[in-house]
């Protein structure tokens, strides 16, 4: 059994508010969300970081952002924008090892980040 959160939500262990699935790709509310609107968008594919893509996941990085695409319609906030974040490692700020794509909405961002 796998120790990894997301893992979990993924397996059905752990259940998630689901916004989004398909076949590769799930996404729900975070738990703590930091916006009106804060969806995480994972890949069905445990992989812990952005440093452990390979060529291969090529695809799956584009399917998850066209997953925020149709997530952004249908939660109505495309045309106001959102923004997008994905944390890599300590000094990224991640804290789940399985990476997550952060798609923010509902209010006026800030730039740069924290
Ligand atoms: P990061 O800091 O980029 O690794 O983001 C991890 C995100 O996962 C944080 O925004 C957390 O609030 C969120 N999170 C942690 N546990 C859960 C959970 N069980 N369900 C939904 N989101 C979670
Ligand atoms: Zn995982």
Redesign the pocket.
């Known amino acids: 059994m796998s120790e990894c ?1 997301f893992c979990k ?1 993924i397996s059905g262990e ?1 259940a ?2 689901k916004v989004y699935e398909d076949d590769d790709v799930l996404a ?5 969300p ?1 916006a009106p609107h ?1 969806v ?1 968008v994972i890949p069905k594919e445990h992989i812990a970081t952005l440093n452990d893509l390979e060529e291969r996941h090529a695809t799956l990085l584009g399917q998850m952002y066209l997953a925020v695409k149709a997530i952004a319609k249908q939660e109505g906030v495309a045309e106001g924008g959102y923004r997008t ?3 890599c490692n300590h000094d ?6 399985h990476i ?1 794509l ?1 798609m923010l909405a509902g209010r006026g961002m800030q730039w740069p980040p924290g």
Do not use: A, K, W
């Not at 729900?28 to 703590?32: A, E, N, P, V, W």
């Not at 990224?92 to 090892?97: E, K, L, S």
């Open positions: 959160l939500i752990i998630p508010d729900f509310r975070d738990i703590s930091q804060h995480l974040v994905m944390n990224g700020g991640q804290t789940v090892y997550h952060h």
